[in-house]
DNA sequence: CAGTGAGCGAGCTTCCGCTTGACTT
């Protein structure tokens, strides 16, 4: 009989648990949630007061049998979800799967995996919070009712297909309106004056950059100022002299591991989770999905010995850091090594990077302050009330900078600032450079994928397992892409007083290039549109954290869960129908002009297929034509001629082998047609240019890739092929495909060999422990 | 993949949050 049944979430956890707890006690995981409301319809029946229609999730299936059988046989079942409100659920979920009887259970919470920690809960076991469990049906509920209310309007409204959630739609709604920030933004400009002046010291001169303490609004007043420069003198009116410190930056959650490893490492923030998964199975970080900035005391002494050891006791300072990020829930501990000593590790390259960022970061939020000097000079000009300042930095004590630097989304803050070098209070300060230059406002940046999350975050908006997913989901959706603007050149002004001399010249710089940033696509565009018309309530940065208010209340027990569901759902269910009913589809159509040939109008719009451009009214006698807009148009930009060239497609550009060749843009891109075959173009010819000759070149190569393509075939059993695939050779039986081995010459297979390969290949398939990582698709 | 766009109507799409698994060559 077994004794303890001990329940976690993670099957990671379960092997480090079941190492603290002896061989009385068998640690299971339940790989987080193992029931959902049925996908099948709304799964909440709205008339029963919005009871909850649960069903054991189709991959969960067999770790409930298992958990059932285990849980029969055990004396004890130990609940030992993580300490927050999807935790609670998912124990109270399996208290009901696995029909526990009361007695049986225990429920028990700890913050982080060390044995002191699992051996103290185990003495404190308490029951399952009911409120709690509550708290979270209702969030689960109402997510559904939004989500499965909402999108099918989309669908019949806009265009099929579509969906939106308290999530993703405020997501794509801060891209939509960073876009439309920077549409609106008019650049300011100012006229920043510095000067170089040169300062004697015992080792040669040295050149002070000083900046003056205000900035010019016009270049008439700087050219004024730089005039008034010529005849005057310099002093240095005072020197102050301050400390000052740095503190390093708390360890990571989800979302700061996120950012930094965005932008030290380049890493997506799928990439980031991928990576962090794998070190977190390979045991050598904690749980990488966490809201917690905490450690625990056991990697508090960790850190200490090992900042003690290689840098010095003066380097440390133990710090306690709390979480003021909204909505937190603090199950786990920060993100942080397994073992503070190991500063390396195994692995490829991306581990080892993101573990040295963890790493440091982690090590240096234990270390002490950094120590610095700043000097700031002011140098007074005889002619005039402005001074010139110049500022010096010096550190006096490096402690955590030793390790680690936080880097920031604003490319533009790197000031560099040096030391000083010794000057006098009264002294005579010498310049024959004094430079005015035009400077600019900076535009607003674009959101990356970390940034994003960093905002959503800062909403209270989505939790630590759904940044990557809601991030892959609004690209998915085609709401926006991840792009790379071109920016743009601009002139700005110099104006230069050297050795008396005033000149003006004129440079370029080119602005407002991003690389990997976040754009809204139309269909985003319009959506968001959409939903800021007729639900306002729901995008609204605030939805989350009034609701949020109301599961803590349930979770209180100061409310009932179902009339707080309740009290939100009829007066949203009545926007659904009145919208439903009171609008006609929503196009975002656009009159771009007319056709100068026909006479008729052209528009763009969303159509059923997506952005698309109109030649003739809908109402038309005339049946109207259509054209898809490429990749490189969006119904923002696309100008009448352009739209015009589109509707020249498809058409017949010879003649081959006695049949047409024609040339289109369908769903999949431009693409040539002979003999009702289709060959893809590739995205290095245009469809609007393109020649015969290049056309039949294109057929030709396809019929060859695809001559290749069979290597063998078999009279007796056609139903198994040896084919040419993109990555090699590979057989193909039925849908299935199957690898062949090394060591084969694919052309010598023989059916039987075949079928050998295919019955190896069905036995390998249950202890395979290699592991894929799923397509985007 | 399949190269559409009216309207008909079938049947499909969809949420957020907790986990890892899967198959491919």
Not at 604 to 624: A, C, F, H, N, R
Request: contains cysteine; charged residues 30%.
């Amino acid at each position: 009989m077994l004794k303890n049944l001990v329940i976690v979430e993670s099957p990671a956890k379960a092997r480090t648990i079941e190492g603290f707890l002896g061989k009385d006690f068998l640690v299971k995981s339940s790989f987080g949630h193992v029931r959902d409301l049925s996908k099948k319809a709304l799964g909440v029946d709205i008339e029963k007061g919005f009871l909850p229609l649960y069903e054991i999730s189709s991959d969960k299936k067999k770790v409930v049998t298992d958990l059932r059988k285990l849980s029969k046989d055990a004396e004890t079942v130990w609940l030992a979800t993580d300490e927050d409100r999807e935790g609670e659920a998912i124990s109270w979920h399996l208290a009901e799967t696995l029909d526990l009887e009361e007695k049986k259970i225990r429920r028990i919470v700890f913050h982080e995996i060390t044995k002191n920690a699992i051996l103290s809960a185990i003495e404190h076991p308490r029951s399952i919070d009911r409120n709690l469990v509550m708290a979270q049906q209702a969030r689960r509920v109402l997510d559904r009712l939004v989500g499965f209310e909402l999108s099918p309007l989309l669908w019949k409204k806009v265009k099929p297909a579509l969906s939106a959630g308290r999530v993703q739609s405020v997501a794509v709604r801060l891209i939509v309106e960073r876009e439309e920030e920077i549409r609106q933004f008019k650049a300011q400009s100012a006229f920043k004056v510095t000067a170089d002046f040169q300062v004697d010291t015992p080792d040669g001169p040295v050149v002070v950059e000083a900046e003056l303490s205000r900035k010019f609004d016009n270049k008439e007043e700087a050219r004024q100022f730089l005039e008034a420069c010529r005849e005057a003198k310099y002093r240095v009116a005072s020197i102050e002299t301050k400390p000052a410190k740095k503190s390093p930056a708390p360890p990571f959650t989800t979302s700061t591991l996120q950012q930094e490893a965005s932008r030290k490492l380049g890493f997506s923030v799928s990439k980031t989770m991928l990576v962090a998964q794998q070190l977190y199975e390979s045991g050598k970080i904690t749980y990488m999905r966490t809201d917690s900035v905490n450690l625990s005391n056991l990697a508090l002494g960790m850190a200490k010995e090992e900042i003690t050891g290689t840098y010095g006791a003066n380097y440390v300072k133990t710090r306690k850091y709390t979480t003021r990020s909204k909505g937190a829930q603090e199950a786990h501990e920060a993100i942080r090594p397994t073992y503070m000593n190991q500063a390396q590790i195994e692995g490829d390259v991306s581990q080892q990077r993101l573990y040295d960022l963890i790493w440091k970061r982690t090590i240096a939020s234990q270390m002490a302050d950094a120590l610095l000097e700043k000097t700031t000079v002011t140098i007074d000009i005889s002619n005039s009330t402005e001074k010139f300042i110049a500022r010096g930095e010096v550190i006096r004590f490096d402690g955590f900078l030793k390790v680690y630097k936080e880097s920031t989304d604003d490319e533009d803050s790197e000031e560099k600032e040096d030391l000083l070098p010794p000057m006098q209070q009264g002294q005579e300060m010498h310049t024959d450079d004094i430079k005015a230059t035009q400077r600019f406002t900076v535009i607003p940046f674009r959101y990356t994928e970390a940034s994003l999350v960093k905002k959503l975050e800062e909403l209270g908006i989505g939790r630590p397992s759904t940044y990557a997913p809601t991030i892959s989901t609004i690209q998915k959706r085609e709401y926006v892409l991840k792009g790379d603007k071109e920016g743009f050149k601009r002139d700005y002004v110099i104006l230069s007083l050297k050795k008396n001399q005033l000149k003006e010249s004129v440079k370029t710089e080119k602005v407002g290039y991003e690389k990997a940033k976040l754009i809204p696509t139309d269909i985003g565009i319009l959506v968001n549109r959409f939903l800021m018309q007729f639900f306002e309530n729901i995008v609204d940065y605030n939805f989350t954290a009034s609701v949020e208010e109301e599961f803590d209340k349930i979770a209180d027990g100061k409310r009932v869960w179902h009339e707080v569901i309740r009290d939100f759902y009829h007066p949203f269910h009545q926007q659904i129908e009145n919208t439903q009913t009171g609008t006609t589809k929503f196009t975002g159509e656009k009159l771009l002009g007319v056709d100068p040939e026909s006479g008729r109008n052209v528009f763009v719009k969303i159509g059923k297929y997506g952005p698309m451009v109109q030649l003739g009214d809908t109402e038309s006698e005339d049946k109207p034509r259509f054209a898809r807009l490429g990749k490189e148009f969006t119904i923002e930009t696309i100008r009448l001629d352009q739209a015009l060239e589109l509707f020249k497609l498809p058409k017949v550009i010879g003649d081959f082998e006695n049949e047409d060749v024609t040339i289109g843009v369908g769903r999949f891109g431009p693409y040539i047609r002979h003999k009702g075959i289709f060959y893809s173009l590739p995205k290095t010819d245009d469809p609007h240019s393109i020649l015969l000759a290049r056309a039949v070149e294109i057929i030709a190569e396809k019929r060859e890739a695809n001559e290749k393509k069979v290597i063998k075939e078999f009279a007796e059993d056609t139903g198994i092929r040896v084919l040419n695939g993109r990555y090699g050779p590979y057989i193909q039986s039925g849908k299935n495909n199957y690898k062949i081995p090394r060591n084969v010459k694919p052309e010598l297979l023989s059916l039987d060999d075949c079928r050998k390969i295919i019955a190896e290949a069905g036995e390998t398939k249950n202890n395979s422990s290699r592991r894929f990582i799923r397509k985007k698709s």
